[in-house]
Structures are given as structure tokens and as C-alpha cells.
């Protein structure tokens, strides 16, 4: 993904403009990563996702993808406050 802006469709069909914070990719699973945020909320909260080279996103749903996932973002975090 090279945007720096994506859009999140809810289950109501809604549209929402996310702004990427950044992707990565995992070899240990194949997949690439986005995590994302939405600029209008003010807690600041971060979200990730799978996305295929169509720029489609999907939920995460593995306990070990997530735990995993949960490593790189407070890695990031950590980094983010140094």
C-alpha cells in the first residue's frame, strides 16, 4: 500500500477514510499487514488488518497472528515514544 489514506466500509456499508500508519510484512506468515488509524477520533486508537495485493483488507482472526501482531505494534509504540 503506498497511500497514505485508505477506506474501511462498516457492516451498514458506511464509508470511512482511515489514515495508514504503516504495513509491514510477515514471512513466518506470508501475509502483509496494515494498521491504521482513523483521524477523527481523538483516543488516537490503532487497528490492523491483512491486505492482498488488490489494496483488499480482512480481519484478522488467528490468537497467534494477533499475539504476534501485538509484539510489532508495542515495538512500534516503543519506538514511537523515543
Excluded: C, H, Q, W
Excluded at 489514506?5 to 489514515?19: I, P, T
Excluded at 510484512?25 to 491504521?36: A, F, L, P, T
Excluded at 491486505?51 to 490468537?63: K, L, P, S, T, V
Excluded at 499475539?67 to 514511537?80: Q, R, W, Y
Amino acid at each position: 500500500m503506498e497511500d497514505t489514506k485508505m477506506y474501511v466500509v462498516d457492516d451498514n456499508g458506511n464509508e470511512f477514510e482511515m489514515e495508514i500508519v504503516f504495513t509491514f510484512e510477515s514471512e513466518d506468515y506470508g501475509r502483509k499487514y496494515v494498521v491504521y488509524r482513523d483521524p477523527k477520533d481523538s483516543e488516537d486508537e490503532l487497528y490492523a488488518s491483512i491486505y492482498d495485493e488488490e489494496g483488499n483488507i480482512f480481519e484478522i482472526e488467528d490468537d497467534e497472528e494477533l499475539s504476534m501482531l501485538e509484539e510489532v505494534l508495542g515495538a512500534f509504540l516503543e519506538d514511537e515514544e523515543d
